[in-house]
Each structure stands twice: as structure tokens, then as C-alpha cells.
């Protein structure tokens, strides 16, 4: 039985599968070469690849707020302007890079014309 969800094709011949959807991907955290996964029902998954290696493979609601973290905008819950925090919807709250505001703002900004004061 194939338990995995999502494959990843990032070299010709070369495989990489996830055992959950995209969708449920709240946030990803680098550390080193490795990825930490955190799903919206707070599971963790950890995997032997770089955030560089998901990057470019994952969709548009898929954002990098700085230098170890990519954040799923679908998640958001809360912007804190004046301390640059992304509340996210697992409870947590990531520091966006200074210069990555601006173009993080102005894409939640388009999203979620309404949501920012």
C-alpha cells in the first residue's frame, strides 16, 4: 500500500515522496541540512533535505520569511506589523526578515485586502 501523498521530481530519475498533502503543510523550518514539517494537526515530519530543495517545488501560497522558514499563507492568521510576527493557525509565531517585509506585506496585502490595518 503507497502511504505517500506527494512526489517530488527535482532531477530527472531522482524521487523524493511526502507522506501529506501540500495543503496541510503549515510551516517549514531549516536547520542545517534538514527540513522540519509542521502540519496543521501539530505533526512533525523531518526530512534529510535543505529548504532550498522544497523551495521551488512548492506552491504559491508558499512563502520564505526568512532564512530558515517558509510560512503557507493559507495559515495566517494574524500580522503583527509593528514586531514584523506571522501568527500562524498551529499557535505559532514566526519573526519575518527585515528585508523581506516589504514584499511579504505587500503580497498579504493583495491577498487579504481588508485584513490589514
Known amino acids: 500500500m503507497n502511504t505517500y501523498t506527494h512526489t517530488i521530481s527535482n532531477y530527472p530519475g531522482k524521487h523524493h515522496r ?15 541540512n534538514y527540513t ?5 494537526g501539530g505533526k ?3 526530512t534529510s533535505r535543505t529548504l532550498r530543495f ?10 520564505r520569511i526568512h532564512k530558515g522558514c ?4 493559507a495559515y ?12 500562524l ?6 519573526s519575518i526578515a527585515r528585508r523581506r517585509w516589504p514584499q511579504f506585506r ?3 496585502e493583495k491577498q487579504y485586502r481588508n485584513s490589514i490595518p
Open 18 to 32: 511526502l507522506p501529506f498533502l501540500f495543503e496541510d503543510i503549515v510551516r517549514l523550518e531549516g536547520e542545517g
Open 36 to 40: 522540519a514539517f509542521t502540519l496543521i
Open 44 to 46: 512533525q515530519y523531518i
Open 54 to 63: 522544497y523551495e521551488e517545488m512548492l506552491p504559491s501560497s508558499f512563502v
Open 70 to 73: 517558509i510560512i503557507n499563507i
Open 76 to 87: 495566517l492568521e494574524k500580522l503583527c506589523i509593528t514586531e514584523r510576527l506571522a501568527q
Open 89 to 94: 493557525a498551529d499557535g505559532s509565531a514566526m
Open 106 to 108: 505587500d503580497l498579504v
